[in-house]
């Protein structure tokens, strides 16, 4: 059984779908959790779901595209609780559309919110975590950073970009008890996958072997293993969470 009494985390885009699986679940798990994300409405409900059930959770509200609202937030969060042990970058957005039709600011905008959103928080929130000699960092990238995906130069750039800060900070980091973990889910059944037609959606089924869309639970929990001491000895891995739809 999973123990993370004790822990303080910090997960963004949790104010809905997997991020908010994830906060919840690593709360159930004991951790006290910090939901990152710039919908403050759906964050509070959030916040109440984890405390009706026994746990402690605050909002932060954190536009992970903006560096000064990263800063602000980091600072905010370790005002309040002195650190941040357990980071899961899980904060994405699409903007998918064939290269040719692709404008610069559907590039720009993936990138700053997956990628460099990632990159800039956990900057920010690194020094207690070094100086504590424990942490868990676990970024939240796509079976698609892996395979690559018509339309979504994008987002698979943004999502491969994260498996290299992965693998180069796991490497930074190791030596201080810190390891740097990411989840590539394949299809799950969210916000982000709704928008997709039936057509797509039954195209999709029939290349997973385990026959089935995930849920953000089968993320959430492969989250919290990656952020327990049972993951002590795994750092820079990529746990393809997919149903058999690509095996790396
Ligand atoms: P949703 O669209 O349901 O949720 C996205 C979350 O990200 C929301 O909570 C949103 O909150 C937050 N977010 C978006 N932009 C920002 C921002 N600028 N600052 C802070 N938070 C932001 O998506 P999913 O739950 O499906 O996806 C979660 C992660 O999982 C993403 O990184 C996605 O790429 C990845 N993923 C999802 C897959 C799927 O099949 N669903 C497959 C593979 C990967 P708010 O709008 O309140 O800011």
Do not use: C
Not at 122 to 148: D, Y
């Amino acid at each position: 059984m999973i123990n993370l009494q004790g822990r303080i985390a910090l997960v963004t885009g949790a104010s809905q779908g997997i991020g908010r699986a994830v906060a919840i679940e690593l709360a159930r798990l004991g951790a006290t959790v910090a939901l990152a994300a710039r919908n403050e409405a759906k964050l509070a409900e959030a916040v109440a779901e984890i405390e009706s059930a026994g746990g402690q959770a605050a909002a932060l509200s954190l536009d992970v595209a903006s560096e000064d609202s990263i800063k602000s937030g980091a600072k905010a969060i370790l005002e309040r609780y002195g650190k941040v042990e357990i980071l899961v970058n899980n904060a994405g957005i699409t903007r998918d559309t064939l290269v040719l039709r692709m404008k610069r600011d559907d590039w720009d905008s993936v990138l700053a919110t997956n990628l460099t959103g990632a990159f800039l928080l956990t900057q920010a929130l690194l020094s207690p975590m070094l100086r504590n000699r424990w942490g868990r960092i676990i970024n939240i990238t796509s079976v698609v950073g892996r395979t690559g995906q018509a339309g979504q130069v994008n987002y698979a750039a943004s999502k491969a970009g994260l498996i290299g800060i992965t693998r180069s900070l796991a490497r930074e980091v190791a030596s201080r008890g810190i390891t740097v973990n990411a989840v590539a889910p394949g299809y799950i059944e969210t916000a982000m996958t709704s928008i997709l037609d039936e057509k797509v959606r039954q195209a999709m089924l029939t290349q997973i072997p385990l026959g089935r869309a995930g849920t953000d639970k089968d993320i959430a929990q492969s989250v919290a293993f990656l952020a327990s001491d049972a993951a002590a000895y795994i750092t820079g891995h990529v746990l393809d969470v997919n149903g058999g739809m690509f095996m790396g």
